[in-house]
């Protein structure tokens, strides 16, 4: 799976790594939808390394379509609910 980090670029990510991204996927989602801003910030941080440390870089030139899309580290709780699809960033 190709993984896109707003404003970074872009990872290769095997698909055995998605049980470990959606609980942190998870706990972001009920942190946004209890307003826990420190939490949200945490955890947003969490996933994001767990994507760099886990993934492949793509090199800056690879222009390969992105099948997940994740928010910059410096994104808003608002910004990043706009992103959310139902079961949250990571489908699954």
Same mark, same amino acid.
């Given at each position: ?11 290769? *990510? ?9 609980? /942190?996927? =998870? +706990?972001? #989602?009920?942190?946004? @939808? ?12 969490? *996933? ?9 870089? /793509?090199? =800056? +030139?690879? #222009?390969?379509?992105? @099948? ?25």
């Amino acid at each position: 799976m190709i993984v896109r980090i707003m404003g970074e670029g872009q990872v290769e *990510l095997g698909d055995e790594h998605l049980p470990e991204l959606n609980k /942190l996927d =998870d +706990e972001l #989602l009920a942190e946004m @939808e209890g307003g826990d801003e420190e939490g949200f910030r945490r955890t947003l941080g969490a *996933l994001l390394e767990a994507v760099r440390r886990l993934g492949k870089p /793509l090199p =800056d +030139e690879a #222009l390969e379509p992105s @099948e997940l899309i994740l928010p910059a580290p410096e994104a808003t709780l608002d910004e990043v609910k706009e992103m959310l699809k139902d079961d949250g960033l990571i489908p699954g």
